[in-house]
């Protein structure tokens, strides 16, 4: 399985679609990390993982955000709102229980590339493709 960038998800927007890429590739770093059976305990990467979602699209939303609001996007609010609902959703990860837990270990990371995937592609295809009409 290979999460990547599909022509479909470009909006055309090279520093937007640069930063979704970096979105997929983060995602498929979390499915190797759920199908890595050579390491047992994950608490570590899949802490590095979710810091550095919550930082990225942190970024990447400011810039799209800003970009939304360069272009008088009507929708601009309601864009925001998803969002903010993603970045809430990342910190509701509870990484702290899981130390030497190695089933919850795989049940967050597999938790994580289904929303993250979930949220990528209907987000791109939905959301944000709507601007780009």
């Avoid at 499915?31 to 970024?59: A, G, H, R």
């Avoid at 309601?78 to 049940?107: V, Y």
């Amino acid at each position: 399985m290979m999460y990547e960038m599909k022509p479909e998800y470009y909006t055309g927007i090279e520093k937007i679609d640069q930063e979704h890429e970096r979105l997929f590739e983060l995602a498929q770093e979390t499915y190797e990390l759920l199908n890595n059976d050579f390491l047992q305990d994950k608490t570590e990467q899949l802490v590095y993982l979710i810091s550095e979602l919550i930082n990225y699209t942190k970024t990447h939303f400011s810039h799209e955000e800003a970009y939304l609001d360069s272009i008088h996007y009507a929708e601009l609010e309601k864009h925001k709102t998803q969002h903010r609902k993603f970045e809430d959703t990342l910190l509701e990860f509870d990484l702290d229980s899981i130390e030497g837990d190695f089933d919850s270990q795989d049940k967050i990371v597999k938790g994580l590339l289904e929303f993250l995937v979930g949220w990528l592609v209907t987000h791109i295809l939905k959301v944000d493709m709507l601007y780009v009409k």
